[in-house]
């Protein structure tokens, strides 16, 4: 019961916090790749 | 849904429209269309990866099926998470020894000739045209549930976008978007279940409100339906090609290792989050249809001001899996099926033309095909059970042990699709055995029986010749 608690928090706000980091990474990789060099 | 919600909600498309325009200078060349001239780095390929993978499936049908069964069909659905880490360990990566490859046919034509490639490609575009109905339906049923507007119309709209962006941003528009409806689907929908959390009294009212067996690993599935279905979900989708086409878009094998494996680590926190939702429905509307999960929860629970982004999350879900199929089946034509029937090289510029083309014709009929004879997807998704039993044996086989035995690989495709057909029709309802894992077995023998018939004629274990 007690790891199940701590389970249903911990998931989502790790899955949220992945996909941050994720989505900040994929963002600089979008301004470089797409925004400051679209012919290449 | 107030008006802050609706300006969300627009804000998103307005915003996946934009990501379509901006790539389209970024496509001047097949290469660039098909595997966004192999640039994507790992952590794009694992947003855009997961994006892809979490479907409509994942998120409504797992809270659906948790509803009603509990966390068994989760365990069942970790099938999906494990194949995925195991394929990025031991079998993306071997990917990237194919210099040029774009499609799975690109590598069954490398080990067993153009037969493999042509019945690779021909399934490829079934799989992919099913899948895609599948999620243009999907777009229909979440509009409908959420915002209770009419499916058609959402359908349209939904998919005129999702057409427009793929046709002319090619992968480049497939996997930037991606990335945006993976930080929505990542976020909004963890935030849904913490708001639901709340409502349920905590982790201590939730399992008294639910059955216990919903909370077991067995729940009230037979040991033998539990592994048939986790054989099935393990086996599936295994290197289907959109997943295949984007590991071919890292630049080297440590990125395809790396974002392959990411994403079925992420599958199995993401499974988690999507079953909960359905057990916490449970909890507080036990009334309701387990298909309704998510969204009556959205309906009730969301604040104003967060409810358009959340519907937001939940058409990035079934979008971006459409996008990626949609890209795939354009470029597995244009690969596996026109080139080696037309005889002289075509030029660049007109294969980029016939990959727009057909993007926007294959986006066409999927979205006809949703509004108007939606039994046609129906019989397109059966597709989805033929994959693993002629496809993924031969693949992983020629990527494991370089085999190039064309006699095996086609005698384990025809084997692999007549046992599954003929278990779909006549014994899949008797038995509750999925067809995937009886036709998967049929391949295995198959292939190994014809190899060692065959083996001093020809049929010879070798590493890729397009070795980089």
Not at chain 2, 79 to 108: C, E, I, N
Not at chain 2, 227 to 234: H, I, K, R, T
Not at chain 2, 423 to 440: M, N
Request: glycine share 10%; with cysteine; hydrophobic share 55%.
């Amino acid at each position: 019961m007690t790891v199940y608690s701590v389970l249903l928090y911990a998931v989502p706000a790790l899955v949220i916090a992945v996909t941050l980091y994720t989505g900040y990474l994929g963002f600089k990789f979008y301004i470089a790749e797409v925004v400051r060099n679209p012919e290449e | 849904m107030g008006f802050l919600d609706w300006v969300m909600l627009l804000a998103y498309f307005v915003l996946l429209v934009v990501i379509g325009v901006q790539t389209i200078r970024k496509v001047k060349s097949e290469e660039d269309f098909a595997v966004a001239g192999n640039r994507i780095v790992w952590p794009v390929f694992f947003g855009s990866l997961a994006a892809s993978f979490l479907g409509g499936g994942a998120s409504l049908g797992m809270a659906g099926k948790s509803f009603s069964d509990g966390y068994v069909y989760m365990f069942a659905f970790f099938g999906y998470a494990v194949s995925f880490l195991l394929v990025g360990l031991f079998v993306a990566p071997r990917l990237k020894r194919y210099a040029g490859a774009h499609t799975v046919g690109d590598v069954m034509d490398e080990h067993y000739g153009r037969a493999g490639r042509l019945l690779t490609g021909v399934l490829s575009i079934l799989l992919c045209a099913g899948i895609l109905g599948a999620q243009a339906l999907a777009i229909g049923t979440v509009v409908n549930a959420t915002l209770d507007l009419p499916q058609r119309p959402s359908i349209a709209v939904g998919m005129a976008v999702v057409v427009l962006y793929s046709s002319f941003g090619g992968a480049w528009a497939v996997i930037q978007t991606d990335m945006l409806q993976f930080v929505f689907l990542g976020v909004f929908i963890p935030v849904t279940l913490i708001l639901a959390l709340g409502e349920t009294g905590g982790p201590s009212g939730l399992v008294e409100s639910i059955p216990d067996a919903h909370l077991t690993f067995g729940g009230s599935y037979s040991a033998a339906a539990f592994v048939g279905l986790f054989v099935a979900f393990l086996l599936g989708e295994t290197l289907v090609p959109p997943y295949a086409q984007r590991t071919f878009s890292t630049p080297d094998s440590k990125h395809a290792r790396r974002g392959f494996a990411l994403t079925g680590i992420f599958a199995f926190l993401f499974y988690f989050v999507a079953a909960t939702l359905g057990l916490v429905a449970l909890a507080l509307y036990p009334d309701i249809e387990p298909d309704q999960a998510i969204p009556t929860l959205v309906i009730k629970l969301v604040p104003a001001g967060l409810v358009g982004l959340v519907v937001a999350a939940l058409l990035a879900v079934v979008m971006s899996t459409a996008s990626s199929y949609l890209n795939a089946a354009a470029v597995v034509f244009v690969k596996d099926v026109y080139q080696p029937l037309v005889r002289g090289g075509t030029g660049v510029r007109r294969k980029l033309a016939l990959e727009r083309g057909l993007t926007l014709l294959v986006g066409g009929l999927a979205t006809l095909f949703a509004l108007v004879v939606p039994s046609i997807v129906d019989a397109l998704i059966y597709a989805y059970s033929f994959w693993a039993p002629t496809v993924v044996i031969p693949l992983l086989i020629a990527l494991l042990f370089g085999s190039r035995s064309k006699p095996a690989a086609l005698s384990a495709i025809i084997a692999g699709a007549a046992a599954t057909l003929i278990w779909l029709v006549w014994f899949q309802d008797r038995t509750g055995l999925d067809p995937i894992v009886v036709g998967a077995a049929v391949n295995l023998v198959a292939f190994v029986t014809a190899h060692a018939v065959t083996r001093n004629r020809g049929g010879r274990r070798n590493r890729p010749r397009t070795a980089v």
